[in-house]
């Protein structure tokens, strides 16, 4: 269902405060919502902390495709309005929805409430993307809680995920050139190298790959990387890129 009565005093609102001379954010004075909406959906400065470098489209396509082959950890967004429940079924608002990925990825302080501007114009924004071809049903996302060994792959298979799942953070593999986020460590070797055997089996270190992919920033392991559902990346596909950063099998 769309939300045509929300969504009209969205746009007044955010039109409303678009036009407002000496706001910050909203330096375009005729911009419309949804054009403002679209332009903070790639900007980085809508978690208000310097310490963030992720935009919404580090993570999310727009529209499905959008991002070529990327894989991205975070569903596309086109009729994200109309679906019944977010996040694998553990939200079912869809502000509550964006603040968890304000808070946890981008660490915004304070979450954003329904008036707030930023808010009023990614959900212009949201709204105006077609919502057809199946684009408004719930999209699965499977977190994978226990975690086991996961055996080797295709080497050469898991080059090409690293480029499409992991280069946009962590920059290329080895040197790390490119990265977006100063922390996100070189791959693997700077990962290897702060588990040195000795401290850590090979068992160990191939788990830690596995823990992080898989968590991301949740179940204890903290930080702001996004965990990969097996839907947007498979166990198969995870022992490809083990096989390509040359982790051991049998560890
Ligand atoms: C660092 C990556 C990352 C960033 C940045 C990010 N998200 Fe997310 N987002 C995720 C992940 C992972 C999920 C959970 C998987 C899913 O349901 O899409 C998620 C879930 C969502 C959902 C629920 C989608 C659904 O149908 O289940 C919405 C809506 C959303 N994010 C909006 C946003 C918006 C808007 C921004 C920018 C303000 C943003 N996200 C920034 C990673 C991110
Ligand atoms: C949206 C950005 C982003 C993406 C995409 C991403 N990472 Fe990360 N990753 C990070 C950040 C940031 C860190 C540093 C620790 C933290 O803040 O979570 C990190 C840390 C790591 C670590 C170090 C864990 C440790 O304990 O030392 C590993 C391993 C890792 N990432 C693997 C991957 C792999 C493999 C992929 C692709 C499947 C990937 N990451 C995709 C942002 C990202």
New binding site residues.
């Given amino acids: 269902m769309r939300a045509p009565r929300s969504l009209a005093a969205a746009l007044a609102c955010a039109a409303l405060l678009c036009g407002c001379p000496g706001d910050p954010e909203t330096k375009v004075v005729d911009a419309t919502a949804v054009d403002h909406g679209a332009a ?2 790639r900007d980085p400065s ?2 208000e902390t310097r310490f963030n470098r ?3 489209s ?3 396509e727009a529209v499905a495709g959008d991002a070529g082959d990327a894989m991205l ?3 596309p ?1 086109a009729g ?1 309005v109309e ?1 019944p ?4 079924g553990q ?1 079912v608002e ?1 502000l509550g ?2 603040n ?3 808070y946890y ?2 660490t915004k302080d304070l979450p954003w409430t329904a008036d707030d501007d930023a808010a009023q114009a ?1 959900y212009a924004y ?1 709204e105006s993307l077609p919502s057809d071809g199946g684009a408004a049903e ?2 699965p ?1 499977t977190p994978v809680y226990e975690l086991s060994q996961i055996p080797a792959g295709d080497a050469a298979a898991g080059g090409r995920i690293h480029e499409r799942a992991c280069a946009s953070c962590h920059g290329r593999v080895h040197s790390g050139e490119g990265r977006l986020v100063p922390r996100a460590p070189a791959l693997p070797d700077q990962t290897l190298e702060e588990h040195p055997l000795g401290e850590y089996t090979e068992a160990d270190r191939r788990l830690v790959f596995i823990e992080k992919v898989r968590h ?1 920033g949740f179940v204890g392991y903290g930080g ?4 990969f ?1 097996r839907e947007v990346l498979s166990d198969e596909e995870l022992g490809d890129l083990l096989s390509f950063y040359g982790l051991p099998w049998p560890p």
């Fill in positions: 903070l959906f809508i978690a992720y935009s919404c580090t993570c999310h950890p975070g569903a967004l994200a679906r429940h977010y996040w694998g939200e869809l929805a964006i968890h990925c304000l990825f981008m990614i949201l719930a999209v996302f991301g702001q990387m996004p965990p559902s």
